[in-house]
């Protein structure tokens, strides 16, 4: 099957869906601390956006906002170390690996997901038939070092008995790695979400799925210096107050969150309603729980050399930030 995002397996293709998805949308605009106060929200692939859009959340929201979309965490938190977005959304490793990068972040909020949103795939003839016959293969990772998807592999073939070695590992961006595993360049995709589910719609078979290794939590951040103003630190309150409500509305009302999910990406429905229902919607604030599930995510992936150092997660963790309302 066939989709606006994964149609021409250009990357010409891609990149106009990219920039089509990532135009800004203005929120209205009222008198909160000071009356100029305006978020840039960062997303990925068009998720959080359509959660919001579904669920009608930010409607009258006390703050201006637009929309800044990417195809992967790696270029959305080299835009937060600019400065170029305010908060941003990402699985749990990306977040690890965009603190050691430098990226002056706090995590503020906790999502969770499903496991099952990101796998590797290989192709429908491929022979491959289990993570142990990746020996001496090569696979590609999604969407550069520090992903969640690194993260998986790197748990597929220590559980399937594989060195690390006996694999060779590239890091490509979702975009181009779609189109050259629909082209059938690529023998092995480690892949997340939406990207991992239309791969399986065009015929691609799971080798192993993130159940059991990931720990299917996200997380939202925001900058250091956003939530050192106090107008943007009140409204990002309110922005993650509104996350929880969208959450909510998105687990009561399924199909609609689907169909609007389809309408913003140009996804099938019927990509798109296996997509949402997996998706991290859920929000709540940071608990000692999640924080100790990252940490362990940061020792592991700093032992495996994913990470080159070992991050406290608590440093780079402000609990104070948002409580969310009974």
């Not at 990357?11 to 909160?32: H, I, N, V």
Request: positive net charge; aromatic residues 8%; proline residues 5%.
């Amino acid at each position: 099957m066939t989709s606006a995002l994964f149609s021409n397996t250009s990357r010409r293709g891609w990149l106009k869906q990219g920039a089509a998805l990532s135009l800004a949308t203005a929120g209205s605009l009222r008198a909160f601390a000071q009356p100029q106060t305006s978020l840039v929200l960062g997303d990925q692939a068009g998720g959080l956006r359509s959660l919001f859009e579904a669920s009608r959340a930010l409607e009258g929201a006390p703050f201006a906002y637009r929309w800044a979309n990417f195809q992967g965490a790696a270029p959305l938190f080299e835009a937060q170390r600019s400065a170029a977005v305010d908060t941003a959304m990402a699985g749990d490793l990306p977040v690890l690996a965009a603190a050691v990068g430098k990226t002056p972040l706090k995590i503020v909020a906790t999502r969770v997901g499903k496991a099952d949103s990101l796998g590797i795939v290989v192709q429908p003839d491929s022979p491959l038939r289990s993570v142990a016959d990746l020996r001496g293969k090569t696979v590609i990772v999604s969407s550069a070092r520090g992903s969640i998807s690194q993260y998986q592999l790197y748990g597929a073939l220590e559980e399937a008995g594989v060195k690390r070695e006996e694999v060779t590992v590239k890091f490509v961006l979702p975009t181009d790695a779609a189109a050259a595993f629909a082209s059938k360049q690529i023998d092995a995709w480690a892949i997340f979400d939406p990207y991992y589910t239309i791969a399986l719609q065009q015929g691609g078979r799971i080798l192993r799925d993130g159940r059991g290794i990931n720990t299917a939590l996200g997380f939202i951040t925001a900058t250091e210096s956003s939530l050192a103003d106090p107008a943007k630190r009140a409204a990002i309150v309110q922005f993650l107050d509104r996350l929880a409500r969208a959450g909510d509305w998105a687990l009561a009302n399924p199909e609609a969150y689907a169909q609007a999910y389809s309408q913003l990406t140009r996804l099938p429905i019927e990509s798109s309603r296996i997509i949402t229902a997996r998706a991290s919607v859920a929000g709540r604030p940071v608990s000692e729980a999640d924080i100790a599930a990252l940490q362990t995510v940061a020792d592991r992936s700093a032992r495996d050399g994913i990470l080159p150092v070992r991050v406290d997660v608590r440093a780079i963790t402000d609990t104070g930030v948002w409580k969310r309302p009974a």
